[in-house]
């Protein structure tokens, strides 16, 4: 009955590769959303989709490319990873059009090597 | 634009002591406030909300009261447990172009020592 799962929970990976972290929501929300968070637990949002088109994107690089196939599911894509994106990814969804609060997955540890 | 500032961290507590994590917000509408708790290993849950101005939100013994004539939206708890140890996140939800948008405060880390 999880709510909002992402895959894989770690990822250790070396430098210039490329990698995907998946996530899917069942709780029937029509927006999604990655945040990074730092060593310092810093929150920062990267993307929002609403019913599969992005509506937010933050100052991101563009080696982040987020995809969404349908409401239930936004995938992120990272290419040429470097040491800087270490940090934990969370996935997240709500009702995008009420002020109903974000429910979150339990985070993409990423480790660059 | 929107914005939301929370003391800094970390908060070290003993056991049974009372708790407060201020947070004060800037907004140009009216937006909906809310505390979220993130545990060790863990994604962020929700804690309480309120929607309007003089709202309290409450759960498992924490309390917060919106004050719009403040601006603010502190945690409070009577008696803090061991089990409470996290970091704490107050936020904001306003509607804006696209829909509604969060922000998060940066977050303060509470230790609460047996």
């Known amino acids: 009955d999880t709510a909002v799962s992402q895959t894989p929970k770690y990822l250790v990976t070396q430098m210039g590769n490329d990698k995907s972290i998946k996530c899917e929501q069942n709780?029937?929300?029509?927006?999604m959303y990655w945040y990074k968070q730092d060593s310092k637990k810093f929150l920062k949002i990267m993307f929002s989709?609403?019913?599969?088109?992005?509506?937010i994107n933050e100052t991101v690089p563009n080696r982040f490319s987020p995809k969404s196939p349908d409401k239930a599911h936004l995938n992120l894509h990272i290419n040429s990873l470097e040491l800087g994106d270490s940090a934990v990814y969370f996935c997240?969804?709500?009702?995008?059009?009420?002020?109903?609060?974000?429910?979150f997955g339990d985070g993409t540890r990423l480790s660059i090597l | 634009g929107n914005s939301v500032t929370q003391m800094e961290g970390p908060v070290t507590l003993s056991e049974e002591a009372f708790l407060t994590i201020n947070c004060t917000y800037t907004?140009?509408?009216?937006?909906?406030l809310f505390w979220y708790v993130q545990y060790p290993g863990e994604g962020l849950q929700l804690l309480l909300k309120?929607?309007?101005?003089?709202d309290k939100g409450s759960n498992k013994g924490f309390e917060a009261t919106y004050r719009k004539e403040t601006t603010s939206f502190h945690l409070e708890k009577g008696s803090v447990q061991v089990s409470d140890s996290a970091v704490y996140f107050c936020?904001?939800?306003?509607?804006?172009?696209?829909?509604?948008?969060?922000?998060f405060g940066a977050g303060t880390r509470l230790f609460v020592k047996a």
């Open positions: 997240a969804s709500s009702h995008g059009s009420t002020n109903q609060p974000q429910h």
């Open positions: 709780l029937g929300h029509d927006t």
């Open positions: 989709y609403n019913n599969k088109e992005l509506i």
């Open positions: 907004a140009t509408g009216y937006p909906s």
């Open positions: 309120a929607t309007k101005a003089d």
């Open positions: 936020a904001l939800s306003d509607q804006g172009t696209g829909g509604f948008k969060t922000i």
